[in-house]
């Protein structure tokens, strides 16, 4: 079973970035896929979260508007397109999945990948 997550780096505040999610191993198109960010010295937190079929996202009221999740079964990828990006947004940024948008009922988790928004 695997998650790789992809698609950090340095970013401007304001700008963009789109994270994107490989998964393999499993049978991606049962599973609801989440992103969860932590930041230094904080506790991980939900983001953004897509059933399995598309038809329900969930975004934190932090990102509400700025942040877009999708995916696709037959690709088994999910993605997460960041806009107007704000220093807060800064984190390491993991993709799981699961059965509810719960941190603690993610069955699965990707290694995750670094995002800086710099003031």
């Known amino acids: 079973v695997q998650l790789q997550a992809s698609g950090g780096g340095l970013v401007q505040a304001g700008g963009s970035l789109r994270l994107s999610c490989v998964a393999s191993?499993?049978?991606?198109?049962?599973?609801?896929i989440c992103w969860f960010r932590q930041a230094p010295g904080k506790e991980r937190e939900g983001v953004s979260c897509i059933t399995s079929d598309s038809g329900s996202t969930y975004y934190a009221e932090s990102v509400e508007g700025r942040f877009t999740i999708s995916r696709d079964n037959a690709k088994k990828t999910a993605s997460l397109t960041m806009n107007r990006l704000q220093p807060e947004d800064t984190g390491v940024y993991y993709c799981?999945?699961?059965?509810?948008?719960?941190?603690?009922?993610?069955?699965?988790w990707g290694k995750g990948t670094l995002v800086t928004v710099s003031s």
């Open positions: 799981a999945a699961g059965f509810s948008n719960s941190v603690d009922a993610m069955n699965y």
């Open positions: 191993g499993f049978t991606f198109d049962y599973y609801t």
